[in-house]
């Protein structure tokens, strides 16, 4: 349709160059600066609430609270519960550190690792490594000797500093304004880090119950994530419900069952998710439970089939390189650790963004447990994480929904008539069309390599698609949103 009025702003001027002075974008990826913590620490601390699926738009969450939906983003890396490093024992991560990082890159959002075996071999990983782990879940009371010569696990005993460390890392995120989704098990390494069911409390030669968890005498031990041990399983419940007692009180808590386990576990995780809701309906609050990606061989849908509230999928459906739209059947929190392990771009983050999911990402981080050192190569995914919040925090998310067919790209949120957030793939021709309904418009130009707007302008148009110059070359993402006008 033909365009009315339109009129474009280079660089900073107006009423929007206030708007930038403001700093909608500074906080993503500028660092933290420590000044002005505590009250601000306070602010976000108070704008928490228990998550619950969103009933308006269950692609995300709401805040119980408050009625507002929440959109989570953020990096995680494996030591941040627990400790891991190749000394015996290991290094103190220094957590609070992690959080002024997350913070300063605006994130939200982190997988809490637990690890279930007392050690690590990253040859499993394609690295050589053997990290000891620290603290772990059971009490190790003896008497008598572990294959690691350390004593045995009493598994009818649980070890406090492990949850004490679990409380004050979930109450120190809260004070950041970070929702943590606490890890219960851990699937991956039993069954791919060399030596695992050697290093396993399960391990009859681990623990001083008797209890043996290789069913069918492989030496590996999987069974412990099926249902075919009414001990193991048994033992596993109350656990959970020391983790449920410990974190209860908390509202920015979510839980995930275990991290990549195999398939034959489904009937146990589905088992789990459903001892979790129906132990916290006795509790002061409720809280989301997660199923992630089964590896290796696990299918998506039966992440969609499952009782859970949210998900995170494998790659199968184009996730990592063109998502399909999020459909509402669960909150899809997806995570390069399912689609890459250590990988992902950030066109990635732009991508699934703009169909509907709630991107996170697996980081290596201090590069002790693996990959390199802060990584700089990594950091396009990291800040772009921060700016998607950031557009998230203003637009109306509840009624924005995946629209790739109002737009030339294929890549849209919006609330037709009132708001439309594109992305441009780098490569893409610079400009995009964008079909609209008639009426006023305020537009602007963000390139994500640079966490700057470019240009801002207006538009008023009698409906139709309508056509928008990037005023720069690569990934782009556009932000057209309604405009009141005076008569």
Known sequence: MRTLIRHGVNGHGGLWALA?????????????AAGGRGRRSKEKAQAMGPLAVCRENPRYFENTATGKVVYVTGAHTWSNLVDMGTKDPPDAFDYDGCLDWMEGLGHNFMRMWTWELVTWNTKGNRENKLHTIRPVVWARTGPGEALDGKPKFDLEKLNPEYFE??????????ERGIYVSVMLFEGWGLQFSPGAWE???????NNINGID???????????????????VTALQEAYVRRVIDTVNGFDNVLYEISNENHPPSTQWQYHIIRYIKEYERGKAQQHPVGMTFQYRGGKNETLFASPADWVSPNPQGGYRDNPPAADGRKVVISDTDHLWGIGGSQAW??????????????DPYDGVVLGRRFDSKWEPIRRSLGYTLKYAGRMDLVKMVPSGALVSTGYCLANPGREYLVYNPAGDKRTVRVDL????????WFDPGKGEVARLGRIETS???????????????LYVYRVKTRR
């Open 20 to 32: 930038l002075a403001a700093g909608l974008f500074a906080a993503a990826g500028a660092g933290y």
């Open 165 to 174: 460390r679990l409380a004050k890392r979930v109450a120190a995120a809260r």
């Open 199 to 205: 290093g396993h409390p399960f391990n009859p030669k």
């Open 213 to 231: 968890g290789d069913a069918n005498g492989d030496g590996k031990g999987v069974e412990v994530h099926t249902l075919s041990n009414k001990k």
């Open 349 to 362: 983050v732009w991508k699934s963004f703009t169909r509907g999911y709630n991107p996170i990402f697996m």
């Open 437 to 444: 309904k008639g009426g006023m418009y305020g537009y602007e």
């Open 463 to 477: 409906g139709g698609p309508e056509d928008f110059k990037a005023p720069f070359a690569g990934e782009a993402v």
